[in-house]
């Protein structure tokens, strides 16, 4: 098991379109377990492989209190969004520090292969389909930040670059 470098906002490596799983082999369930400590470690409740600079569509997710409730989606497919939507103040491992209001479909229904390769429907309101939403986003390049107005996405960047500028110095 790994803990593994999570890339950080704005990285252009956060836009690379991340390529469809061929097979769900071992290699595949080595990356799941090192992205599932990953954001276990973070602490975070979702992490997509994008984020730690593996392009191929492997999302890991964890709801739960007690880190025991793992969901992973390989391959993910949204088969169905309701048109309602819902807003949440979203937060992202790549973007630390930031919180915004963000707005999504309300319900999801999700097509996926588990880490055994097996087909997966999952049907999704609130936090979870938020989150599988954010997640899905992540593996196709786009990061949170960027559903906001430009305005404060420059606001964004100058803080993180002074957050890294400052971590450089005290360092
Ligand atoms: O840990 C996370 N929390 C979170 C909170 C609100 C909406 C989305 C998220 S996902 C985020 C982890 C992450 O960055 N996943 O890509
Ligand atoms: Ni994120």
Known sequence: MAILDILHYPDSRLHTVAKPVAQVDDRIRQLVKDMAQTMYDAPGIG????????????????????QNKLLVLINPEIVWQSEAAQT?????????GVFETVKRAAEIRVRALDEQGQTQ????????????????DHLNGK???????????SR??????????EAATTA
């Open 143 to 153: 990061v949170f930040v960027e559903k906001l107005s430009m305005l404060k996405q």
């Open 88 to 96: 949440y103040e979203e937060g992202c491992l790549s973007v630390p």
């Open 121 to 136: 429907e999952i049907e999704a309101d609130g936090l979870l389909a938020v989150c599988i939403q954010h997640e899905m």
């Open 47 to 66: 992490l997509a492989a994008t984020q730690v600079n593996v392009h191929e569509r492997v999302i890991v997710i964890d709801l739960s209190e007690e």
């Open 156 to 165: 964004i960047k100058n803080k993180l670059q002074k957050q890294k500028r």
